[in-house]
């Protein structure tokens, strides 16, 4: 098994990409308020600031900050999955099972980034906040409803034409 390494910063910043096994579900979206119950579950027991995230049918992208002397972010990923797992069942969706036994529901590896500067920072909220447009399901980011795009608008942070029919940018990974 290869050893991946991931970077543990205390109190970091981190950009994640987590993924459906099946790239044609749609079980997030379809199921969005299920995976936002698991998400501030894990965060009531576990902190950490969400400082962007947008849910796309099969996979999501978050920004989230830890807090000061804490890198544990594996372990709230690893609960958000179980949880959001747990929920699906005891609602009745049906979760295939791979020949181990195990469900098999999400991808068992995820994309993790440190974030190392606000410019790297600013990349990657947009990289979030712009996701929706790139796989077409929006011409405007702003009109996506899974998407902390609109409290950065709402705050004034971001316009809501903001990347109004990009095509391209300097938006993270």
Same mark, same amino acid.
Request: aromatic share 14%; charged share 25%; proline share 3%.
């Given at each position: 098994?290869?050893?991946?390494r /991931?970077?543990?910063?205390a ?6 990409? &987590?993924?459906?096994?099946?790239? /044609?579900?749609?079980?997030? &979206? ?13 965060? /009531?027991?576990?902190?950490? &600031? ?23 972010? $594996? ?17 009745? &969706?049906? $979760? ?12 068992? /590896? ?19 906040? $712009? ?16 998407s ?11 316009a ?14």
């Amino acid at each position: 098994m290869v050893n991946y390494r /991931r970077n543990r910063a205390a109190g970091g910043t981190y950009f994640f990409t &987590v993924n459906l096994e099946d790239c /044609r579900s749609t079980l997030l &979206v379809d199921h969005v308020s299920t995976l936002l119950r698991s998400i501030f579950n894990v965060k /009531r027991h576990h902190p950490f &600031v969400i400082e962007a995230m947008v849910i796309m049918p099969d996979h999501f992208h978050a920004v989230w900050t830890l807090p000061p002397g804490d890198s544990d972010y $594996i372990r709230r990923l690893q609960l958000l999955k179980a949880q959001f797992a747990k929920h699906l069942l005891n609602a009745g &969706v049906l $979760i295939n099972r791979n020949r181990r036994g195990e469900y098999d529901l999400w991808q068992k /590896r995820f994309w993790e980034h440190t974030i190392r500067d606000d410019f790297d920072f600013e990349a990657h909220v947009n990289y979030v906040h $712009i996701n929706p447009v790139k796989h077409g399901y929006v011409k405007r980011a702003n009109d996506w409803p899974y998407s902390t795009i609109h409290q950065y608008v709402e705050k004034g942070v971001l316009a809501a034409d903001w990347a109004c029919g990009a095509d391209e940018g300097e938006f993270g990974e």
